[in-house]
């Protein structure tokens, strides 16, 4: 598994696209409903954790169930941890669950990449 987060609109997908050589039918956007693990990369995987926090479930538990099917995908995820904290308690939450589920994913990925203005930095 391949980990790239960094801040929102700071080219994550155009990095990993031309880093590992894709296509933008080997992305599954997360906003698109039910998960499509036959695609490379899953794009926005902090939607997935919204869904579940919304529907009153644990998204750090429905990712380590995830970890085999993941295991061989690039996982993008937008690092929510900076800037303002929201007054929203369920955006509170989701915050949190954001980081708890990156770190959850990062230490089980074989690479781990933060994307800064389009730039990729690799962290492990």
Request: proline share 3%; charged share 30%; with cysteine.
């Amino acid at each position: 598994m391949t980990l790239i987060f960094g801040g929102a609109y700071q080219g994550k997908l155009s990095y990993s696209l031309e880093r590992f050589n894709l296509s933008e039918e080997d992305v599954w956007n997360c906003t698109q409903g039910k998960p499509d693990y036959s695609r490379k990369v899953l794009y926005k995987m902090e939607e997935v954790i919204l869904e579940k926090i919304k529907k009153g479930e644990n998204p750090v538990a429905f990712l380590e169930s995830q970890l085999e099917i993941l295991k061989d995908k690039i996982i993008i995820i937008t690092d929510l941890s900076c800037g303002v904290v929201p007054t929203d308690p369920l955006m509170r939450k989701w915050r949190e669950a954001v980081g708890r589920c990156s770190a959850l994913l990062a230490r089980h990925s074989d690479s781990v990449i933060r994307v800064f203005c389009g730039i990729g930095t690799e962290l492990k």
